[in-house]
């Protein structure tokens, strides 16, 4: 008799068959079940969760990126803007942003009479608050880098207040203007008229990309320009400081360090920096770049170190795993025909590891990229509304990121700045899409099956 007719005898003689599953097969069975049911939960919640997260984000968000504007004709009064009549700039810059709000004010007023368009209680000083409190001094740069515009009739295209835009937007109502200092209904009634009257429109928002940050008496001019710029000089800086240190530590820690216990003391010390919440290289570049060695604070060059230091044992991680990955039998087989240990590693190991480089340094970039502690620390939180000047003095220069640019405007009160701000966190997850996609494109276009 056979070891599995032995057996077979044994489950007959005990009444019980192989084809009918026992007590304990059942329990394991339900258990497997129940355990892949868990795993399906949680896929759903985290799913859900997502959903809700995106949802919100783009619902309060996507209105940033249009913008309400005014319509009218306007004459550029040279009795106003330039009394003396010479067109020199430096007479003309005399006029301030007062001299040209009741420039726009009064052509407003004056286009509304011709148009037979009016609201019962609404004053003309009201109706000048139709109007943004920035397109003043944008009309006035305008005019100065041009003054032959001065005694012409222009068809001016200006921004509208906040709350006129938040009116078309659906975020301000007549009840709620009922409550607000800052509108009256009034006010909302007459937009109504303009917007029915093709004088009050809504449109893309370039300037949401190009503007700098605004104060709080004009939201609707804010926009994310020096937060674009500044974020790209830091990740600029970042790849110039970071990445090659971290794939030289990577490769000597690797393939020309001794085993020793100096060396188990870097790569443990590399792990635990790895796992240092970022707010501790905040207050280390604050102590370090700022209050030691003198760097102007809020400069993009501060918070690219602060971002390098936080950056690079993820680096180091990534790249000594992808070179880990090359099998032996490629470094022995170079070795065997003679390339020495520096020529095995840089022409056979990088080439093979460069995809698992590429994609470690670009994941490491993408979470610096949404770092808002460390820059918090080092002052890029304060108001900068200038562009800085071009590499790399502009590197020295205040500046804003994005992840900062997202937390200024989520503090303030007024509602117009929390609309933006899910605008740039829009922006901001745009940048991480588009990184985290390279990353996999990449691992996919160049990885290898061994």
């Keep these: 008799m056979t070891d599995l007719s032995a057996q077979t005898g044994a489950f007959a003689g005990s009444g019980q068959s192989l084809l009918t599953p026992s007590a304990r097969m059942k329990r394991r069975n339900a258990a497997e079940a129940r355990f892949r049911l868990y795993g399906v939960v ?62 726009l004010s009064a052509a407003l007023v004056a286009e509304l009479d011709r148009r037979g368009i009016a609201e019962e209680g609404v004053s003309e000083k009201q109706i000048g608050e139709l109007i943004s409190k920035d397109a003043a001094g944008q009309l006035r740069a305008e005019v100065l880098a041009d003054p032959a515009m001065i005694g012409t009739t222009i068809n001016a295209e200006i921004l509208a207040a906040g709350r006129i835009d938040g009116y078309l937007k659906g975020r301000v109502t007549l009840d709620s203007a009922e409550l607000d200092s800052n509108i009256t209904p ?59 240190v971290g794939v030289a530590a990577s490769i000597w820690l690797e393939e020309f360090a001794p085993k020793n216990r100096w060396t188990d003391a870097i790569e443990v010390n590399i792990s635990n920096l790895a796992a240092v919440p970022s707010i501790v290289f905040g207050i280390l570049g604050l102590a370090i770049f700022i209050n030691f060695a003198g760097l102007p604070q809020s400069s993009s060059l501060v918070g690219a170190l602060v971002i390098s230091l936080m950056t690079l044992p993820t680096i180091i991680i990534a790249t000594r795993a992808a070179i880990r990955a090359v099998p032996p039998s490629i470094r022995d087989a170079a070795l065997g025909i003679g390339a020495s240990k520096m020529q095995t590693v840089f022409h056979h190991v990088l080439p093979l590891a460069m995809p698992g480089i590429l994609t470690g340094t670009i994941l490491g970039l993408a979470s610096a990229l949404g770092e808002t502690a460390p820059l918090l620390l080092i002052g890029m939180v304060a108001f900068v509304d200038n562009y800085p000047a071009p590499p790399p003095e502009g590197f020295l220069d205040p500046a804003t990121a994005l992840p900062v640019q997202v937390y200024s405007w989520a503090s303030r009160a007024d509602p117009a700045f929390i609309e933006r701000s899910n605008g740039a966190i829009i922006v901001l997850l745009v940048f991480l899409v588009i990184m985290n996609v390279a990353a996999i494109l990449l691992r996919r276009r160049f990885e290898r099956r061994w």
Excluded: H
């Design 186 to 244: 009034g006010q909302l009634r007459l937009a109504e008229q303009l917007r029915q009257a093709g004088m009050l429109t809504t449109g893309w928002n370039w300037g949401f990309f190009t503007n700098p940050d605004a104060s709080d008496q004009r939201p609707e001019a804010a926009g994310l320009g020096v937060a674009l710029l500044g974020s790209a000089y830091m990740m600029v800086l970042v790849l110039v400081m970071c990445v090659p």
């Design 42 to 103: 949680a896929i759903l919640i985290a799913l859900a969760t997502l959903a809700i997260m995106l949802f919100t984000i783009l619902r309060d968000g996507v209105s940033a990126f249009a913008q309400a504007r005014l319509t009218f004709p306007m004459e550029l009064s040279a009795e106003v803007l330039d009394p003396k009549g010479n067109r020199l700039r430096d007479e003309m810059s005399k006029v301030t942003t007062i001299g040209y709000a009741k420039v």
